[in-house]
């Protein structure tokens, strides 16, 4: 298999520009009232904290990229040894000491491509990410349309409710007066009671359901301060939904994520290639007095 890798400090420069210049701002604390559904899909990028966390996935996954091009850093290593009981360690300058002395400096140079096969696993990972995250969006603004015409459809049935409850104690009020009037058979009347009580029941089970949709859209647009009095406002419109150009953004991902595994499998493999270490040292040994 060939794995295309770009150099490490250009590509991770170029990402994390492109990242800068998609970052979504700061999450606004208020929102329009009554909402509308532009501007609750206008808070998805924002203030969605799915979207969020998979903005930060990008994130991280830019910052494994920036350190898998980094090549094993130098060893520099100092020692000391022969430190002689009867003669201490002499007095002066480090050059009159008893002590053996040594310096050495190492470096280690990877064999088998394993700089590379990093690359392409942080690249891949990168690109999956990036999907991870377009399909997020995708996922949360079809969460945001539900909710937002659930609460549509709950405000309506509300507000028929109330009205069904006032004309429901205006019937009450009209049969006790024709009651005592004699016009009506008590049990007429008593039909009447029952109907405004049924009312009053479906009204408070639709301002249960009210506060639920509330709170469903006010978690998903990042408003869960102002649910209680949350309002959305129906428009009927449309506008033509943004064209896809290729594969769907979690099937991306997923082919991502399958190149990435494969340059691990390669690098794996790669393991068993033997790294070179090359080092230099400079020892001194006043014994002998050799520099």
Known sequence: ???????????????ATLARAQ???????????????AAAEDRIERCNRDVRAAA????????????AGQRPNPTLSVGL??????????????????????????????????????????????LAARADLEEQKRQQRLAVRAAFFDLAAVQERVALQHEFVALAGETVSASRRRLEAGDVAASEANRFRLDAVRAENDLRQAETELYRARLELARLVGAESIAATLQVAAVWTFAPAPGRNGDRPDVVAARRRVEAAEAARELARQLGTRDVTVGIEADRSPATDIN
């Open 56 to 67: 930060l996935a990008v994130d991280a996954a830019l910052a494994d990229l920036r350190t």
């Open 81 to 126: 040894s022969n430190f002689g009981p009867h003669n201490g360690i002499g007095s002066g300058s480090l050059r009159e000491k008893t002590l053996d002395q040594s310096l050495r400096l190492e470096q280690v140079i990877e064999r088998g491509g394993k700089t590379q096969l990093r690359l392409a696993q942080a690249e891949a990972n990168v």
């Open 1 to 15: 298999m060939i794995f295309r890798t770009m150099p490490a400090v250009v590509l991770a420069l170029g990402l």
């Open 23 to 37: 970052a979504p701002g700061a999450c606004p604390p208020s929102l329009p009232q009554p909402l509308t559904l």
